[in-house]
């Protein structure tokens, strides 16, 4: 039996979420760039939703998990990189509500913020304020936060 286009779609689309998890977008590009065609790529993605290898809901929650894991990040790196996957907001936006409520994001920005600090020690204090802020600002933790975690920093540089 020869396997057709959609056939060998799905393959590949097995082969694809067998290496890692994957938005719909994410799949859908991937299976374009492997040379089939828009019909063709959609209606696997289409396919591999329904027998639930693909979720964009799952993913960000995945996503957003493993980050505040091996790389604690806020809102605004984790939404910016979800949409750069091609994540819809609403999917986005409930994950973050769930697993990243404010005083949760707080404390991954103030202990980012005490190991980092740990750098700068024999930094003067403005100038290891300002490395922090842009170190924190970069993992996308709103500045309303970084100020908060850089007064728990000069808290805990009091007691060393």
């Known amino acids: 039996m020869i396997p057709t286009d959609l056939g060998r779609a799905q393959a590949r689309a097995i082969r694809l979420l067998t290496v890692r998890s994957r938005s719909e977008a994410e799949l859908r590009q991937r299976l374009v760039q492997a040379g089939f065609d828009d019909g063709i790529a959609t209606e696997t993605v289409d396919w591999c939703r329904r027998i639930g290898y693909v979720d964009d809901a799952r993913f960000a929650r995945h ?3 493993y980050r505040i894991l091996h790389s604690p990040s806020g809102r605004l790196r984790l939404t910016m990189e979800l ?3 091609g994540v819809a907001d609403r999917f ?3 994950a973050l509500a769930d697993m990243l ?3 949760r994001e707080q404390e991954l ?3 980012a913020a005490v190991r980092r600090a ?3 020690r024999n930094d003067p204090a403005d100038v290891r304020d300002r490395r922090l802020t842009s170190f924190l600002a970069r993992r996308g933790f709103s500045y309303d936060l970084i100020r908060v975690a850089l ?3 000069d808290s805990h540089s009091d007691t060393d």
């Open 151 to 153: 007064a728990q920093v």
């Open 101 to 103: 409520p404010p005083e």
């Open 109 to 111: 920005c103030i202990a």
């Open 63 to 65: 996503w957003i998990e």
């Open 118 to 120: 740990r750098r700068y």
């Open 92 to 94: 986005i936006d409930a």
């Open 83 to 85: 949409r750069q996957k």
